[in-house]
T-cell receptor, first 109, second 114 residues
């Protein structure tokens, strides 16, 4: 399978911005996804970016894509305690998605 | 909204038992997937299915089998449960063949094998 890498942990203070980073391996991936997993729940699709885009903004979320470096990031502005969760990036494979290990975001009040 | 329903949120079984995990989706999706999630390892694909009666091995199929007798239902079977199969199991579905469509997940089944 593909090797999608993320840092395991991130802590930020409430109101600050969070940046979650991801590196992927397949330059032919057409879409890249961000999923959010709240405690005890399944994964919820948060946002996605098409590979011909550099940036996508959706309210407090900004996705940046650097195809040259195969680097994807998710920025959450004005982070709230409700944003505490595990965030997974995923890239498209031949028949499936390949997920990173997930980054556990902790928001400190 | 897509609804993926896993039959149990928590399950406790004994070593050697045959265990069935059930998943149902209500959006007529062709593709269905079973993952297990372990701390520090992310999601690992066990099996997936493109259509009724079709199945493909994922990255870690050993010790598991699957059944897709109806389009909406995808079952994961642990033939003889072992303690190293204690994990969170996640089912997902997506429309059409190919990986371009996002997957929709159930809430997961936390399985403990004693």
């Amino acid at each position: 399978g593909e090797d999608v890498e993320q840092s395991l942990f991130l802590s930020v203070r409430e109101g600050d911005s969070s940046v979650i980073n991801c590196t992927y391996t397949d330059s032919s991936s057409t879409y890249l996804y961000w999923y959010k997993q709240e405690p005890g729940a399944g994964l919820q699709l948060l946002t996605y970016i098409f590979s011909n885009m550099d940036m996508k903004q959706d309210q407090r979320l900004t996705v940046l894509l650097n195809k040259k470096d195969k680097h994807l990031s998710l920025r959450i502005a004005d982070t709230q305690t409700g944003d505490s969760a595990i965030y997974f990036c995923a890239e498209v494979g031949a028949n499936n998605l390949f997920f990173g290990t997930g980054t556990r975001l902790t928001v400190i009040p | 909204d897509v609804k993926v329903t896993q039959s149990s949120r928590y399950l406790v079984k004994r070593t050697g038992e045959k265990v069935f995990l059930e998943c149902v989706q209500d959006m007529d999706h062709e593709n269905m997937f079973w993952y297990r999630q372990d701390p520090g390892l992310g999601l690992r694909l066990i099996y997936f299915s493109y259509d009724v009666k079709m199945k493909e091995k994922g990255d870690i199929p050993e010790g598991y089998s699957v059944s897709r007798e109806k389009k909406e239902r995808f079952s994961l079977i642990l033939e003889s449960a072992s303690t190293n199969q204690t994990s969170m199991y996640l089912c997902a579905s997506s429309p059409r063949q190919g990986g371009n469509q996002p997957q929709h997940f159930g809430d997961g089944t936390r399985l403990s094998i004693l």
